[in-house]
């Protein structure tokens, strides 16, 4: 993996940036998840939040960082209601880019962030999860990485081999790190859809 540049310094507006994320375990994924969202919320130009389909430890740790945490229990109001909250949730706090950890945080917020009008959407592959399942979780897998998804995120090297060969998309990054960190985050974020100015400054960024 390439050496990565330092992060960018994005326009004096700060970015608003939301993550989707199932929250009802804190085991790798969700750590991860709450490593990079408290890190990126100490830059003056983002503004993180996040979109939880469970209350736990997750959203505990998140709101006790400073991080403005929505809760829209999944058990409630299943799948429709989970995409037409989030779609509200996105433009009222007039997000620009979502960033998506897991199978159906990705169909939720892929689908929302549309809805929304979002100018970007971030997938985040903790593991091959759904790819090894045949039949509709596949395919909406491969629909959400080809019609809502601008960067796919791998957590390793391993897994940043298996998902070109699965899923189409237009750009796929990896992080070696046991935790991918900002400037990782920052690095593979690049995508036209992110503002005009805010693209401009990803250009610069090796590719």
Known sequence: MARLPACPKLPDEPLRVCHLISGDLWAGA??????????????????VRAILFNRGELGRRL????????????????????????????SRERIELVHAHGHKEHLVGGLAARLA???AIVR??????????????????????????DRMIAVSAELG?????????????CSTSSCLG?????????????????SEVWSSVPR
């Open 30 to 47: 969700e750590v991860q998840a709450a490593t990079l969202m408290a890190e990126l919320a100490c830059r003056a130009d983002l503004r």
């Open 182 to 198: 900002p400037r990782a985050w920052l690095f593979w974020l690049s995508s036209p859809g992110v503002r005009t100015s805010a």
């Open 124 to 149: 985040t592959h903790h593991g091959k999860g759904m790819l090894n399942r045949g039949g509709v979780h596949r395919w909406v897998e491969a629909a959400g990485a080809r019609w809502w998804t």
């Open 63 to 90: 709101e006790r960082d400073g991080i403005p945490v929505t809760v829209l229990p999944e058990s409630e109001i299943g799948l429709p209601g989970l995409v037409w909250r989030s779609r509200r949730v996105l």
């Open 161 to 173: 081999e298996f998902l070109p060969e699965r899923l189409p998309c237009r750009r796929i990054g």
């Open 117 to 119: 009008g979002v100018g």
